[in-house]
Structure formats: C-alpha cells, structure tokens
C-alpha cells in the first residue's frame, strides 16, 4: 500500500513526458492517452482513499532516507480525500475540453498533467520547502492553461496572475527560510516538534514566520483583500481550465488546514487562528456583494468561488472540532458545483451569439429545459437551498458555530450571504432564460458537451444523498487533524526498508 502513495505524482509527470513526444509525432494520440492516464490516476486515488480510512498515516520514504533527513511523503484521510477530489474533477474537465478546448495550443496535455503532478504532490508532501515546490510545479503549469487559446482578455488577465504568485513565492521564501532558521529542518512533523519546544527568544521570529505563511496561503486560497484577482482571471480562463481551477483556491485553504494544525498550535504560536474567523466573514460579505454586481456568468461564478473560499476560513476559525468537519464536508461540493457552474457559463454563452455569458436580456439559449435546468440546480447547490448538499453544507457549520465565540457573526454573515447568491443567481437565471428574444440560428449541444457539467451536478448531488457517511468520514479526518501527534510519530517514526543481497 505504502508504494501506491507516490503514484499521484510519478503517474502525472510520466505521462507528461509521453504527451510532449506524442504532440511532435503524434498529436492525435494526446488527448486518448491524457484520458486513459487520468482515469487510471482516479483509480489508483480512489484505491488512496480506501485505504486511508483505517485512519493510519501511510509515509514513504523517498531515497528510501528517514525522515527528517530525506524527503517523506505522508497519506492520511484529508490528503486522500483531496487527491480523489482533484483526479475526479480533473477527469471531467478534460472530457468538457474534448470537443473543442483541446487542441487552441501546443502543450495543453502535457500542461494539464504537469497541474495534476503538482496538486497531487502539494497535498502528498510532508515537508514544507517541497510544498514550495510543488505550489511553484502546479503554478507554473497554470499560467500555460490559463493563456491556452490565446486572447487580450487571458494575456492581461495571466500577467497580473503571475505577478501576484511571484510575490506569493518570495514571502513563501521568507518564511521558510525563518523557519529553518530557528529550528533546522522544514520537515513538518519535525517542526512540529521543535517549534513547540522552541525558546521564549525565538517566539518573535516564529509568529512571525507563522503569520508569512498565513499570508501566502491565504494568497492561494484568494481570501480578500488578496482575492480580488480571481474573478477576473477565472472568467478569462477557458471553461474547463476555469473547472479544473475551482480545486487551486482549495489547495491554500489545505494548507492553511494542515500547517495550523500541525506546526503552529498552542496559547504561544497560534497566531493563525484568531484571524481565520473574520478573514472569512469579510471574504464572504465583498464576494456576496461581487456577485450581485457581476456583469457576465463567469466572472459571478469566479464570485461564488471567493464565497465559497470565506465559507471554509470562516468555518476553521470556529474552535469547534465539529466545525472543521463541517468545512471538509462543505469543501468537495462547492468544488464540484462551482466546476460545474464554469462549464456551463461556456454552454450558455454558446448559444447566445455576441453576448456570450452577459448578464443582458438577449437571444434565447436553443435548450432552455436542460440547459436551464442544470443552471438551477447548480444555483440552488451554490446558493445553499434545501435539500441540496450546499444546504446540508452550510447547516453543519452554522451548528458547529452555535454557542461558540463569533457564533453570531456566523450566523449573520452566512444568511445574508445565502440571500444575496439566490438574488443574484435569480436575476441571473431571468436574464439568460426569461427576458429572451428568438434564439438564433444553429445546432444544439451534444450529450458529450452536456455531461461534464451533468456529471459533477449528479456528484453533489449523491453527497446530499449520502451526507450521513460522508460526514461520518469527516467528522475521522477532522478527528485525525487534531490529534496530530498520530502524524508526527508516523512519519518521524516511518524506518527506511531493509534489503538484502547486493
């Protein structure tokens, strides 16, 4: 079992190397082979994820050196559950880019591979300086996707995108950097341990180390103020690109969730903590209030994104334990039904001629029953209507928060916020499928076109179906999170194999 763990990432970069010949010799080959690895890397995180709910830290060993002198990897429930949701949801965008999407540039396969390489690595990894690393693998793989297909709109939009994660990448520096410095080693378990047996003079530097990181994650997850790129890069970004990057904002909340749980706990370092709550309220107030000021539907479902990125801080800055599970239970169904949201914003401006996904009265769509009905179920999810798993969602967090320090604010913020999507999810809904004129002349969607979206609306679907299993696996992970020493003897304690003979 412990050999499978680094298949997520050797899986991903192997066959980017495949994809880079095959698109010099043989580019019709790319995107059957792109699918077949990217269905078997769902495959092999599902078999991950299996495993992973005995509840045991699964690590291995790379160079088969001991940790924290080699580089480990660690599998627990919240890593496994985040590599089968990021598999998933990139196999669907990659059937949603099939048709038309694929083929605008050169490196798209071997681009979209090289993301999936770094996501998985990001949440595989147990040392922090590799995690740098891999943010800066999945990062840089992501300005390519972002330009794919070319465009003024996807050139201005990638500049300021990059120049953010390059500031993003300098601070990640900094703070590693003061980390090692005070304690010698980055590896996360065993910061873990000398940052809780740090002396009272190196206090000062380890906040603030703590609070760099903070800021950089809180940069990825696009937490306002630092968000306020997303929207408009996310709206530039072709459909499926934008699908495949509803799951990037939930790598630097991963972050957040593991780095704080693990290495900053205590009275003297949680320096995270009591900011988490209010960053998140106030993420969820300004991205309510962009989404009913949002003038085209992809820039409102970059909106929604930002939402749902507050919704998950604000639940971690609850002290509840229920409160973190909530927020795990919460994550993967506003990931699938934002994708899903992207992926449609395409199909409906498709159909509606020069003003594409403008929040205008114009032509009809040709397929007002489908297409509107996907559209209103990926609204009522996002919005949080019963009995959708954006309800289900929301209703465990608003629970855990209650009697709890800011139990109010919660409370307040997250029903405003809920009243202002379905405002602005109707109006939008009434301009793209009820104030319309004739449609215009040509063909309808096929069903290879329709499914992505169906399939990942179906997805959260089930999980309102199955919300009491799921939150019972949750409810384990966020139980896993906090009792970290688990994780720390794992992968401290994790002895290299022997082998015999020559």
């Not at 990894?125 to 297909?149: K, M, Q, R």
């Not at 500031?167 to 873990?192: E, P, Q, R």
């Not at 479902?301 to 002290?319: E, I």
């Not at 688990?486 to 015999?500: D, I, K, M, N």
Request: net charge positive; hydrophobic share 60%; charged share 5%.
């Amino acid at each position: 079992m412990s050999h499978w763990l680094i298949a997520p990432i050797v899986l991903p970069l192997a066959t980017a190397v495949v994809l880079l010949a095959l698109g010099r010799w043989r580019p019709a080959w790319q995107l059957p082979v792109n699918l077949a690895a990217t269905a078997a890397l769902v495959m092999v995180c599902g078999g991950l994820l299996g495993g992973a709910a005995d509840g045991a830290v699964r690590v291995y060993l790379l160079g088969n050196w001991q940790a924290p002198f080699g580089i480990a990897l660690a599998l627990d429930r919240l890593a496994a559950l985040m590599l089968l949701l990021t598999a998933g949801l990139a196999l669907v965008s990659l059937l949603a880019a099939a048709p038309r999407w694929q083929a605008r540039g050169a490196f798209f396969h071997p681009l979209f591979q090289m993301q999936l390489m770094g996501l998985a690595g990001a949440f595989l990894t147990a040392d922090l300086f590799n995690l740098f690393v891999f943010f800066e693998v999945l990062l840089i793989a992501s300005y390519g996707l972002l330009l794919h297909g070319g465009g003024r709109a996807r050139l201005h939009a990638g500049l300021h995108y990059v120049t953010l994660n390059l500031v993003g990448s300098a601070l990640f520096l900094l703070g590693v950097s003061l980390l090692y410095g005070v304690t010698g080693t980055l590896n996360m378990a065993d910061l873990a341990v000398k940052v809780a047996q740090a002396a009272d003079a190196d206090l000062a530097l380890l906040q603030a180390a703590g609070l760099l990181l903070l800021v950089v994650f809180g940069l990825k997850a696009a937490v306002l103020p630092l968000g306020l790129w997303l929207p408009t890069t996310y709206a530039a970004a072709s459909a499926p690109v934008a699908a495949l990057f509803a799951i990037m904002t939930k790598v630097g909340l991963y972050a957040i969730v593991r780095v704080f749980t693990l290495i900053f706990v205590g009275e003297r370092l949680a320096v995270a903590q009591p900011l988490l709550l209010p960053l998140g309220l106030v993420t969820v107030l300004l991205a309510s209030l962009g989404a009913l000021s949002a003038a085209t539907l992809p820039r409102l479902a970059g909106y929604l994104t930002l939402v749902s990125a507050g919704t998950l801080l604000a639940a971690m800055g609850v002290s509840a334990p229920d409160a973190l599970a909530a927020a795990l239970y919460y994550l993967p169904q506003t990931t699938l039904a934002v994708a899903a949201l992207f992926l449609l914003a395409e199909l409906i401006g498709r159909q509606r001629g020069p003003l594409g996904g403008a929040l205008q009265p114009g032509p009809a769509v040709r397929q007002p029953v489908l297409l509107g009905g996907l559209f209103l179920l990926a609204g009522a999810t996002l919005a949080g209507l019963p009995p959708f798993s954006g309800f289900v969602g929301k209703l465990l967090i608003l629970r855990s928060a209650t009697g709890e320090a800011g139990g109010f604010a919660v409370w307040a913020v997250l029903l405003l916020s809920g009243l202002a999507l379905v405002i602005a999810l109707s109006r939008a809904g009434s301009r793209l499928f009820w104030k319309v004129s004739p449609a215009l002349p040509g063909g309808r969607h096929g069903a290879l076109a329709l499914t992505p979206a169906a399939v990942l609306l179906a997805s959260c679907l089930l999980l309102a179906l199955a919300a009491a299993p799921v939150v019972r696996f949750t409810q384990a992970t966020a139980g896993q999170l906090l009792a970290s020493a688990e994780y720390v003897t794992a992968v401290l304690g994790a002895v290299p194999v022997q082998r015999s003979g020559p």
